[in-house]
């Protein structure tokens, strides 16, 4: 049977464990050399209907690696260029017989809509300013890897969290798990409203940021955001930017992340990103292990989890 990863909200604290174990397992058997579980005979659709480029090919690298074979979908030379909507697309997959889809969207909910025509597993690569699961699992192992636990760490998420699916999808990751969730920005980008998601909003990078473990800095999402929400750049970056001199309020070995793309200069500056501080590149590379999982998780709901069987692969 298949399951679904539409967002963390919806998940268990014992499923995110499961998750994260898998992609541990995986990861070590990959980097030591050792067989990878397969899946055989899957063909994964690609759809990508937002630029992309950690997501899509850690995505594609992960089918790699676990044996399944993946089609790429392009809009812009599909049938949607010529009308058809979202749900006959997804029934034309379904019926081309794709086992599972890989969905990216500009609206909230559209992998949603997508797993209620699609007879497989659907796995949301972020929809809208709703969810990001995948991105969440690989920062949490990122985490998990340089501090050895998430429950009781202080996390801040910094930025642009009004137009934010990494940040939703993390908030409720890192809360089931225990560790404490701050919301850092301006009052026009953390509205009041983030107030329903699991965590605690601060105007102050300072105060925000005051003993954190972990700082997620943010990009800012020009393209979301409608005129008059910044008065200007300048002014975000002199009050919002992660570098050297704010990175003091923080904890002394506080880890600096970013999901990319980086606007280096804007809410980050050099030092900061590239610092031994820094674990941008990790959760690069983690990205492409709790993919794996994912499909693991996704595709095969009754099998054992690799991670639970006894090294016999
Ligand atoms: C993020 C996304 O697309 O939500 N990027 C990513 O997947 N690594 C964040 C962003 O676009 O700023």
Not at 83 to 109: A, P, Q
Not at 130 to 157: C, F, M, N, S, Y
Not at 266 to 289: C, K, L, Y
């Amino acid at each position: 049977m298949a399951r679904n990863l539409l967002g963390i909200r919806l998940l268990q604290r014992e499923d995110i464990e499961e998750l994260l174990e898998i992609a541990g397992d995986l990861k070590l058997r990959t980097l030591e050399g050792r067989a990878v579980p397969q899946i055989h005979g899957q063909v994964l659709g690609m759809l990508f209907f937002e630029n992309s480029t950690r997501t899509r090919v850690s995505f594609e690298q992960a089918a790699h690696y676990l044996g399944i074979k993946v089609t790429n979908f392009a809009t812009t030379s599909s049938s949607m260029a010529k009308g058809e909507t979202l749900k006959d697309t997804i029934l034309t997959l379904r019926y081309e017989r794709l086992n599972g889809l890989v969905m990216r969207h500009r609206l909230s909910g559209a992998p949603s809509l997508a797993a209620k025509y699609f007879g497989g597993p659907v796995i949301n690569a972020g929809d809208g300013q709703h969810e990001h699961p995948t991105q969440a699992l690989g920062d949490a192992l990122t985490i998990l890897e340089r501090k050895g636990d998430l429950e009781g760490l202080i996390v801040a998420i910094v930025g642009d969290v009004k137009h934010s699916r990494v940040a939703r999808s993390n908030a409720w990751l890192l809360s089931k798990m225990g560790a404490e969730v701050r919301f850092v920005g301006p009052r026009t980008l953390v509205p009041e409203a983030s107030g329903a998601l699991p965590g605690k909003i601060f105007y102050d990078l300072a105060s925000g940021i005051d003993g954190a473990d972990v700082i997620i800095c943010l990009r800012l999402q020009r393209e979301r955001m409608e005129e008059g929400l910044l008065s200007s750049i300048g002014e975000y970056t002199s009050m919002y930017q992660i570098n050297k001199d704010t990175l003091r309020y923080a904890d002394s070995e506080c880890l600096v992340m970013h999901p990319g793309p980086l606007n280096r200069g804007i809410e980050v500056d050099d030092v900061a990103a590239d610092s031994e501080r820094s674990a941008i590149t990790s959760q690069i590379e983690n990205g492409i292990f709790v993919r794996m999982a994912a499909l693991h998780w996704a595709f095969q709901a009754d099998e054992p989890a690799p991670a639970k069987k006894k090294a016999k692969v």
